[in-house]
């Protein structure tokens, strides 16, 4: 079960459901204007007959019914007593459709949500007590029903410890459950496999450059502080920053970008190297400069070293790393 769309869904049930506690009796403020006799009405509008369920069924499914009515958001006591009471009436339901068709009429639930209810009842009622005494929310119930048992026992140490685990923590506890039971991805055959490897290096590769080329524009920005009053950059220094960064970079970015193909100027097909940008392309632009800034020799002479750093090089980084473009930074 998807945990998340589980936990929406029932959310959304459950404020249909009835009125809070705190509305009249009368009936005043009630949602959808609701008047004494309603829920008579939508007794009568139940037709047991129809679903086939036997009259000396019914008195149950009408005792679930009315509890469901008479709750608005539930505390973690009623919501063990909604599932308790539901799986119930599903035991006494002719058949699980019958069941389903009953709860969306006289409850207004879906599969899933009466799924969520009796989720709670049969896989958390050993630590019922825990649960209520810690007063954790319906929403957290939900997904914790899902969840491994060792990932349960975990939840309730920490709520016995004094720890109040949130939703969102839960959910990464039962997503990581699911995790576990993947195949590593290097145990994966075929496309698959490969999809999967290729995924995961860009997912730890991707951050890695971005944060090389991130601290590359700082030290560049950095050392073009005397340009921007009229002098010189300091070449030596800045060399020894960039030149290493920049060759590993260029290698990160087309190991994560392009493929290989045979070299066009040799007949040794299986001679291969990284494909290349396309021509004019702000990548290739990018992958340019980083070759320059990789070798000393291509660097300009200390005079000019500013205005090529401005003109070309801090641009193509921070196409790079999707930083907006600098201002103020002048070219002469």
């Keep these: 079960m998807d945990s998340g769309k589980a936990l929406n869904e029932t959310a959304r049930e459950i404020d249909q459901v009835a009125p809070p506690r705190h509305v009249a009796k009368s009936g005043q403020g009630r949602r959808n204007g609701r008047q ?29 019914r009315e509890m469901f009515a008479s709750l608005g958001r539930k505390r973690a006591d009623e919501v063990f007593a909604c599932g308790e009471m539901l799986a119930k009436v599903r035991g006494k339901s002719p058949s699980q459709e019958v069941f389903e068709r009953w709860s969306k009429q006289a409850c ?26 810690c007063s954790v929310p319906a929403a957290a119930m939900y997904v914790l029903a899902g969840a491994e048992l060792e990932t349960v026992a975990s939840v309730v140490a920490d709520l016995k410890a004094g720890k109040r685990p949130t939703v969102r923590e839960i959910r990464v506890l039962v997503s990581g459950d699911s995790q576990k039971a993947q195949p590593d991805r290097a145990d994966i ?90 021509n004019g392309s702000p990548w290739e632009a990018v992958s340019r400069v980083l070759f320059k800034l990789g070798g000393r020799e291509e660097w300009p002479d200390a005079n000019d070293l500013g205005a090529w750093l401005v003109a070309d090089v801090v641009p193509a980084i921070e196409f790079a790393v999707g930083a907006k473009p600098s201002k103020g930074i002048s070219t002469e």
């Design 189 to 278: 055959g075929g496309a698959d496999g490969l999809r999967a490897l290729a995924r995961a290096k860009v997912q730890n590769g991707v951050p890695i450059l971005l944060e090389r080329l991130k601290a590359m524009l700082g030290d560049i920005q950095a050392a073009l502080q005397p340009h921007l009053v009229g002098k010189n950059v300091a070449k030596g220094a800045l060399v020894a920053k960039l030149e290493h960064p920049a060759r590993r970079a260029r290698s990160e970015l087309e190991n994560l970008a392009l493929f290989v193909e045979p070299n066009s100027r040799s007949s040794e097909t299986w001679r291969v190297h990284p494909a290349i940008f396309p």
């Design 108 to 133: 207004r639930l879906t599969r899933r949500g009466a799924g969520n209810y009796i989720a709670v009842h049969n896989n958390l009622r050993a630590h019922r007590k825990v649960l209520v005494d």
């Design 36 to 64: 004494p006799g309603s829920a008579k009405t939508n007794e009568q509008s139940i037709d047991y007959g129809s679903l086939g369920i036997p009259d000396a069924a019914v008195p149950s499914f009408e005792e679930a």
